[in-house]
């Protein structure tokens, strides 16, 4: 049943990619036909922060690899139950997407380009980036988080390098886990106001990818690699803002990977297994007092949402003119208002531009104004929008889950597999024949017992 959906998935998709037909061949020959121009002047070439342009061709390959990869992964996961694989699998993505590809176009930071295309008509997204950005949602909402255990390049360099992972509070997870929400708001925010792509800007791997972005992003990717010997996946956990979207669709997930491949024994052996503890344990069972606590508690929680709403809205509408800044228009407006004097200054490039364009001090200042309205209504939606994210989660501790065995979290799981190995239940027709014997013979005895009484 899962491999024939991962099949009809893969051959629909690659219907739809009118590249890849005949004349790919051809088009693709010509891509850097041209040698760049080699200067007298003793000028050299500088050396790109981002990766060379490529053909639409070669982006539509991506979009048919990354099909591939997530396809080989729910098999893996949930078909094959391999661990092996998955790894294998992830090894290619790193070294295809993320050296190869240097880490663009990302699922990651294609939320940006959808956050633009929606509030700037006059932006031209491309299908791929769509297809970047909405594909391993589908798949997650499928398969669960297939995408992050073996496609995501920077969830994979980091996953690479886990060594001792430390066990965290879960109060600290919480809370941490509050910074993906606010990273995906700030970014949202600052694409749909064309301010900034901070996303791509604060790549902490982009610099390992390329072997030549700035200094301090390449010092920041190994921090980060340090940090995930020993708290695994950190960027992933506690930054990732399209982790927040994933996760949602995981909850959802029709098919997700499950530890035991048949009846869990309640050996306790998976327990400690997951390094990014999302293996949620069988919920203990509370007495009527607690029950009662717990449910009172609930509906205060509820009833406050509205609060933390109007409170989160209210408190990012006062910052709204200090995000502004990272609008271009803004700061050049607000640096020569204050500093009227850097106007002569001919090392300042941004200001040089500005007064070669022609266009006048007044039209500056009614254009950032026009900005710092959008920053104002959006720093209300993000605002309420972190409101709504932290009254969820804390409504959500005192949400009952019955849970009878040890379950990966469906939207913490990375589906990495790590857990499957250590089950010792085996997937044999015996056991589940045993297993299914022993239940119809308690069924019966209850049924006879039920009888007799
Ligand atoms: S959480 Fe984000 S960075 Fe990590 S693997 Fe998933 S998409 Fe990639
Ligand atoms: S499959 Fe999920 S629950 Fe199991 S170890 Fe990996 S992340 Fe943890």
């Known amino acids: 049943m899962?491999?024939?959906?991962?099949?009809?998935?893969?051959?629909?998709?690659?219907?739809?990619?009118?590249?890849?037909?005949?004349?790919?061949?051809?088009?693709?020959?010509?891509?850097?036909?041209?040698?760049?121009?080699?200067?007298?002047?003793?000028?050299?070439q500088p050396s790109p922060t981002t990766p060379e342009p490529r053909l639409t061709a070669w982006e539509y390959i991506d979009v048919s690899v990354l099909v591939l990869v997530m396809s080989l992964a729910a098999w893996f996961a949930l078909k094959r139950r391999s661990?092996?694989?998955?790894?294998?699998?992830?090894?290619?993505?790193?070294?295809?997407?993320?050296?190869?590809?240097?880490?663009?176009?990302?699922?990651?930071?294609?939320?940006?380009?959808?956050?633009?295309?929606?509030?700037?008509?006059?932006?031209?997204i491309s299908i791929p980036i769509i297809l970047f950005f909405t594909l391993p949602l589908l798949f997650t909402l499928f398969f669960g988080r297939v995408f992050c255990a073996s496609a995501c390049p920077l969830g994979v360099i980091q996953d690479l390098v886990i060594i001792k992972p430390l066990k965290l509070p879960q109060w600290l997870r919480k809370t941490l886990g509050l910074i993906p929400y606010i990273y995906l708001g700030l970014a949202v925010l600052l694409a749909a106001t064309s301010s900034e792509f901070i996303i791509c800007r604060y790549d902490p791997f982009?610099?390992?990818?390329?072997?030549?972005?700035?200094?301090?992003?390449i010092i920041l990717g190994i921090a980060f690699l340090l940090l995930g010997m020993f708290v695994a996946r950190p960027y992933c956990r506690f930054l990732c803002p399209y982790g927040v979207l994933?996760?949602?669709?995981?909850?959802?997930?029709?098919?997700?990977?499950?530890?035991?491949?048949s009846q869990c024994i309640q050996c306790k052996l998976c327990e400690q297994s997951c390094p990014f503890d999302a293996i949620d344990k069988p919920s203990?069972?509370?007495?009527?007092?607690?029950?009662?606590?717990?449910?009172?508690?609930?509906?205060?929680?509820?009833?406050?949402?509205?609060?933390?709403?109007?409170?989160?809205?209210?408190?990012?509408?006062?910052?709204?003119?200090?995000?502004?800044?990272?609008?271009?228009?803004?700061y050049l407006a607000e640096l020569l208002i204050e500093h009227p004097e850097l106007k002569d200054d001919p090392e300042n490039i941004d200001i040089q531009t500005f007064l070669s364009s022609g266009k006048t001090m007044e039209h500056l200042v009614e254009e950032a104004k026009l900005v710092k309205q959008k920053y104002f209504t959006g720093s209300w939606i993000l605002g309420c929008f972190l409101g709504l994210a932290i009254g969820v989660l804390l409504m959500n501790q005192y949400v009952l889950?019955?849970?009878?065995?040890?379950?990966?979290?469906?939207?913490?799981?990375?589906?990495?597999?790590?857990?499957?190995?250590?089950?010792?239940?085996?997937?044999?027709?015996?056991?589940r024949k045993m297993a299914e014997g022993e239940s119809a013979t308690a069924k019966n005895e209850k049924g006879i017992s039920e009888k007799t009484n």
């Open 284 to 330: 203990e069972k509370l007495s009527v007092e607690n029950k009662k606590l717990n449910k009172r508690r609930f509906s205060i929680f509820l009833l406050l949402i509205p609060v933390w709403i109007i409170l989160g809205g209210f408190s990012m509408s006062k910052v709204h003119s200090f995000l502004s800044k990272a609008h271009p228009d803004v």
């Open 2 to 44: 899962i491999s024939q959906l991962i099949t009809y998935i893969y051959f629909f998709l690659i219907q739809i990619f009118p590249a890849l037909g005949g004349e790919m061949g051809g088009i693709l020959a010509q891509q850097q036909r041209f040698p760049k121009p080699e200067f007298e002047t003793g000028y050299t």
């Open 401 to 431: 889950r019955r849970r009878k065995d040890y379950t990966p979290n469906k939207v913490d799981c990375y589906s990495c597999g790590r857990c499957m190995d250590y089950c010792p239940v085996r997937p044999t027709s015996n056991l």
């Open 83 to 124: 661990r092996k694989g998955l790894l294998w699998l992830s090894v290619f993505s790193l070294v295809y997407f993320g050296f190869i590809r240097e880490g663009c176009v990302c699922s990651v930071g294609s939320i940006q380009n959808i956050a633009l295309t929606l509030f700037d008509p006059a932006y031209a």
């Open 246 to 261: 994933l996760g949602w669709m995981s909850k959802f997930s029709r098919f997700h990977l499950n530890i035991t491949p």
């Open 206 to 217: 982009v610099g390992i990818f390329r072997m030549g972005a700035e200094f301090s992003m």
